[in-house]
T-cell receptor, first 116, second 112 residues
Framework: GAGVSQSPRYKVAKRGQDVALRCDPI?????LFWYQQALGQGPEFLTY????????KSGLPSDRFFAERPEGSVSTLKIQRTQQEDSAVYLC??????????????FGPGTRLTVL | GNSVTQMEGPVTLSEEAFLTINCTYT??????LFWYVQYPGEGLQLLLK?????DKGSNKGFEATYRKETTSFHLEKGSVQVSDSAVYFC???????????FGKGNQVVVIP
């Protein structure tokens, strides 16, 4: 595809429901990142994959958040027992290679999650 | 840890005015610095970057210089257009996994 895609674009969940957010990175990109962007704030790092390996999950706010990338391409971010404070835009980004600080990250349009 | 601070508040200015958005950072090691832009209804896009001290990144008339002595990476444009209306984020990455640390962003509104 031409860029990073995410689905769904919008998700409304009732408090306590589980949600799954999907990211399709640019084909061939090794690195994949998830960020959380609260209203009026900059994105905050959640987790990072290099191929299928989750190398950094230090930004995940609680054990209700889980991410996977089993075949090194598509990734899913799962949030269990959603809470109102989980309401945010969830951004996915990919970059061609990993291990260096200057590679451009290409961002998807995000999934806006609203928890009622 | 790594952090980025952007000046507070939205920026409103007239077309052809000079734009400056301040950005300062705290980082371990030798970070790379970025400006990302988010146009209305679109995703984040890289605007420019600089990977070492004294480098100047530039794109679409925007410029920013990596100043290690003042730990700053201020964004400037000499003559803004209405189409420059967007939210601008300063960011850095440092270390092996190039995770980005973002500032809060500045909404820029250019009035015709």
């Amino acid at each position: 595809g031409a860029g990073v895609s995410q689905s769904p674009r919008y998700k409304v969940a009732k408090r306590g429901q589980d949600v799954a957010l999907r990211c399709d990175p640019i084909s061939g990109h090794v690195s994949l990142f998830w960020y959380q962007q609260a209203l009026g704030q900059g994105p905050e790092f959640l987790t990072y994959f290099q191929n299928e390996a989750q190398l950094d999950k230090s930004g995940l706010p609680s054990d209700r958040f889980f991410a996977e990338r089993p075949e090194g391409s598509v990734s899913t971010l799962k949030i269990q027992r959603t809470q109102q404070e989980d309401s945010a835009v969830y951004l996915c980004a990919s970059s061609l290679t990993g291990g260096t600080s200057y590679n451009e990250q290409f961002f998807g349009p995000g999934t806006r999650l609203t928890v009622l | 840890g790594n952090s980025v601070t952007q000046m507070e508040g939205p920026v409103t200015l007239s077309e052809e005015a000079f734009l400056t958005i301040n950005c300062t950072y705290t980082a371990t090691g030798y970070p790379s610095l970025f400006w990302y832009v988010q146009y209305p209804g679109e995703g984040l896009q890289l605007l420019l970057k600089a990977t070492k001290a004294d480098d100047k990144g530039s794109n679409k008339g925007f410029e920013a210089t990596y100043r290690k002595e003042t730990t700053s990476f201020h964004l400037e444009k000499g003559s803004v257009q209405v189409s420059d209306s967007a939210v601008y984020f300063c960011a850095l990455s440092s270390g092996g996994n190039n995770r980005l640390a973002f500032g809060k962003g500045n909404q820029v509104v250019v009035i015709p």
